[in-house]
């Protein structure tokens, strides 16, 4: 949450001309409601109904970034998913870090009415070692620009062959 994957994914597809889909986005336009009123509806566990679901059916497509809400890696399936059909990238940042981002932000399902600083060192500490585990790359996000971020990451790509010059290979 906050560090950057949908603005990152969306320059990250734009650099290699493939599709580029944000899994929270995705939901919101089936269910014609935002994450939040998904959220108040169903509860966490429907929106990670519906979450899961989409995951599935967005790792069996080629030629896609995807980037999906923080939460997804709290299901098994969601990870094995991830880990096994694509390559992912962790977009690590440290719970200080998110705070400071997110100052203003009124949106997020999971900050309403709690300390946002204590609540994102809780989420870090509950999902870090679930991001690692469906990571192939982790990169420290760090203060660099969403454009840098977005060049570090394709360069770490391209580095591993997973991007061969801004065309991703056959399977």
């Known amino acids: ?3 950057g994957k949908t603005t990152v994914g969306r320059s990250l597809a734009q650099r290699t001309g493939l599709s580029f889909v944000d899994s929270d986005q995705e939901i919101e336009r089936r269910c ?4 939040s009123e998904v959220f108040a509806a169903e509860g966490e566990a429907g929106f990670r109904d519906r979450e ?3 995951i599935d059916e967005l790792t069996r497509q080629d030629g896609v ?6 939460g997804a890696v709290l299901r098994e399936a969601n990870r094995r998913a991830l880990h096994e059909r694509g390559t ?10 998110l ?3 997110m100052r203003n932000d009124r949106v997020r399902p999971l900050l309403r009415g709690v300390d946002p600083r204590t609540r994102l060192r809780e ?4 999902r ?7 990571a192939h790359f982790v990169i420290e996000t760090g203060r660099p620009s969403p454009a840098m971020l977005s060049q570090l990451v394709l360069a770490q790509l391209e580095l591993a062959g997973v991007v061969v010059g801004r065309a991703v290979p056959q399977r």
């Open 128 to 134: 870090d070692p679930l991001y690692r585990e469906v």
């Open 32 to 35: 014609s409601m935002t994450v």
């Open 99 to 101: 705070a400071h981002r």
């Open 65 to 70: 970034v995807l980037a999906t809400g923080g």
């Open 123 to 126: 989420l870090y500490r509950q």
């Open 88 to 97: 992912v990238v962790y977009l690590r940042a440290a719970p200080d870090e």
């Open 1 to 3: 949450m906050g560090a």
């Open 52 to 54: 899961q679901q989409v």
